[in-house]
């Protein structure tokens, strides 16, 4: 009996991820948290095999969450395996989390037995990361587009708008006209494959950009 840990802020996600679970056999749910504090908290509780954790949770740990929250899971627990379930389908915070170390990256856009499939190759002594179809398209598209990397400049429109600030806002802290600001922000959304503000904000949190 394989013993996991779900963690995500929507409890209606957890409760399907623990039912598909639950259904499937072989799997033991032992522990639910809504924050990061509460999964770390959790995991020193209650040892498990495996997390399946979303990425953004509300806040709750110091430091916050994300990438940091991600790091030191697979610092603190080395014996756990991390598969991350989340909305957020930007291919390179995907490359980032491979990087780190991750054992499993599912998208929210894929079907949940994705999950567990994650799981039974990583049982199956798959190797990591394990990708659901939506990441490895997700992550294809990017590499297939080669994008470039974001001048400084670019950085540093994206960080302030990120924030809050507007286009003029900008303009005046970067000393540049507010022309040259918003090249800068169509520029920097063409090169990351983006296409709406919302999407470009989101980024900028994903990578720790804001």
Same mark, same amino acid.
């Given at each position: 009996?394989? #013993?996991?840990?779900?963690?995500?802020?929507?409890? $209606?996600?957890?409760?399907?991820?623990?039912?598909?679970?639950?259904?499937?056999?072989?799997?033991? $749910?032992?522990?639910?948290?809504?924050?990061?504090?509460?999964? +770390?908290?959790?995991?020193?509780?209650?040892?498990?095999?495996?997390?399946?954790?979303?990425? @953004?949770?509300?806040?709750?740990?110091?430091?916050?969450?994300?990438?940091?929250?991600?790091? =030191?899971?697979?610092?603190?627990?080395?014996?756990?395996?991390?598969?991350?379930?989340?909305?957020?389908?930007?291919?390179?915070?995907?490359?980032?989390?491979?990087?780190?170390?991750?054992?499993? +990256?599912?998208?929210?856009?894929?079907?949940?037995?994705?999950?567990?499939?994650?799981? #039974?190759?990583?049982?199956?002594?798959?190797?990591?990361?394990?990708?659901?179809?939506?990441?490895?398209?997700? +992550?294809?598209?990017?590499?297939?587009?080669?994008?470039?990397?974001?001048?400084?400049?670019?950085?540093? $429109?994206?960080?302030?708008?990120?924030?809050?600030?507007?286009?003029?806002? +900008?303009?005046?802290?970067?000393?540049?006209?507010?022309?040259?600001?918003?090249?800068? =922000?169509?520029?920097?959304?063409?090169?990351?494959?983006?296409? @709406?503000?919302?999407?470009? $904000?989101?980024?900028?949190?994903?990578?720790?950009?804001?």
């Amino acid at each position: 009996m394989l #013993r996991i840990g779900l963690a995500d802020d929507h409890p $209606v996600i957890m409760d399907a991820l623990e039912s598909a679970f639950v259904e499937a056999g072989g799997f033991s $749910v032992v522990f639910k948290a809504r924050t990061g504090a509460q999964l +770390i908290e959790a995991l020193r509780a209650q040892p498990c095999d495996a997390v399946v954790t979303d990425y @953004s949770m509300a806040q709750g740990m110091s430091g916050g969450d994300g990438l940091a929250l991600i790091a =030191q899971l697979l610092r603190q627990f080395p014996t756990v395996r991390v598969i991350v379930f989340t909305m957020l389908a930007n291919p390179a915070l995907c490359e980032q989390l491979a990087a780190l170390g991750v054992h499993g +990256i599912v998208s929210k856009s894929d079907d949940r037995a994705e999950v567990l499939a994650a799981m #039974r190759a990583l049982s199956a002594g798959g190797e990591p990361p394990i990708l659901s179809p939506g990441v490895r398209a997700s +992550i294809g598209a990017r590499r297939s587009r080669a994008p470039q990397p974001l001048s400084q400049r670019e950085t540093d $429109v994206v960080r302030l708008f990120a924030q809050g600030h507007s286009l003029d806002e +900008i303009a005046t802290s970067l000393n540049r006209a507010k022309t040259t600001v918003a090249t800068h =922000q169509q520029n920097a959304m063409q090169k990351l494959g983006l296409t @709406s503000n919302a999407e470009l $904000v989101r980024y900028a949190y994903e990578l720790g950009i804001a």
